[in-house]
């Protein structure tokens, strides 16, 4: 569920409720028709200080979306410029209309990730991060019997292996990763009529489990080609 501004009140941090509320609000595309609020009038709107909404609008263009300049103001920036692998304007994106290119797109950037991340586990994962993959994998069979939650045990799958890379890089990408993990499994499950498959998942965890950096690449791989394929079942749908 989505922060509201007087959640983070309650909270004591006026500052994340302001950045919250109003990055939500440009990336949705609410400032595309109208000019970007001044400081002022921001204070104003949603009732905090000065100080609050300064430190909030720093805070939106270290993410790229904000840039102020002498006699223009701040001005929201094209969306070239935002930081995408930042969690929360992955988020924020996700709240605009639902996109089949965009869903594309995360899941092509999975593909490009997740195989490489399998291999590496293969090669570096320790017994404890092994059973961490495999944990996952025990609490998407739960969620077949409705004893787990399906979406979250899956994104503890995928992220597990993330951290079994020994790639810090990696490591360091999951919320980007879990982001997208978030769009494309609710879809995807939606789409196929069903949840992820839990022998594709038990293929590459064995892999993993037996140091098989080649099949685990490739059970990764035909693992988020099943994704591709629904998504371009969709797009011929709707053609």
Same mark, same amino acid.
């Given at each position: ?8 009140? @309650? ?13 939500? +609000?440009?990336v949705v595309g609410e400032f595309e028709e109208q000019p970007f609020p001044t400081e002022a009038d921001l204070a104003v709107k949603y009732g905090v200080s000065r100080s609050v909404t300064r430190e909030a609008l720093k805070m939106l263009a270290a993410k790229g979306l904000v840039s102020a300049r002498p006699k223009r103001g701040t001005f929201v920036r094209p969306p070239?410029?935002?930081? &995408? ?15 089949? +290119?965009? &869903?594309?797109?995360?899941?092509? &950037? ?7 991340? $399998? ?9 404890? +991060?092994? $059973?961490?993959?495999?944990?996952? &994998?025990?609490?998407?069979? $739960?969620?077949? +019997? ?35 993990? @978030?769009?494309?499994? @609710? ?15 038990? @293929? ?31 797009? $011929?749908?709707?053609?």
């Open positions: 569920m989505v922060k509201k501004i007087d959640d983070f009140a @309650r909270e004591g941090n006026l500052t994340l409720g302001l950045l919250n509320e109003v990055g939500r +609000q440009v070239d410029d935002w930081n &995408l692998f930042d969690p929360d304007v992955l988020r924020w994106l996700l709240e605009r209309k639902f996109s089949v +290119q965009l &869903l594309r797109q995360f899941n092509e &950037l999975r593909v490009a990730v997740e195989p490489q991340a $399998a291999k590496l586990a293969a090669q570096r994962a320790r017994p404890v +991060q092994v $059973a961490a993959i495999a944990n996952g &994998l025990e609490r998407m069979r $739960a969620a077949e +019997q409705n004893e787990d939650d399906a979406l979250e045990s899956d994104i503890e799958f995928h992220v597990a292996i993330l951290n079994a890379s020994g790639n810090p890089f990696f490591v360091q990408f999951r919320d980007v990763v879990e982001t997208a993990l @978030r769009t494309s499994i @609710r879809f995807t499950n939606r789409v196929a009529g069903r949840t992820a498959s839990i022998e594709d998942h038990e @293929r590459v965890l064995s892999a993993i489990a037996a140091g098989d950096p080649d099949r685990a690449v490739t059970m990764m791989r035909n693992l988020l080609d099943d994704v591709l394929s629904l998504i371009d079942r969709l797009e $011929a749908d709707s053609a």
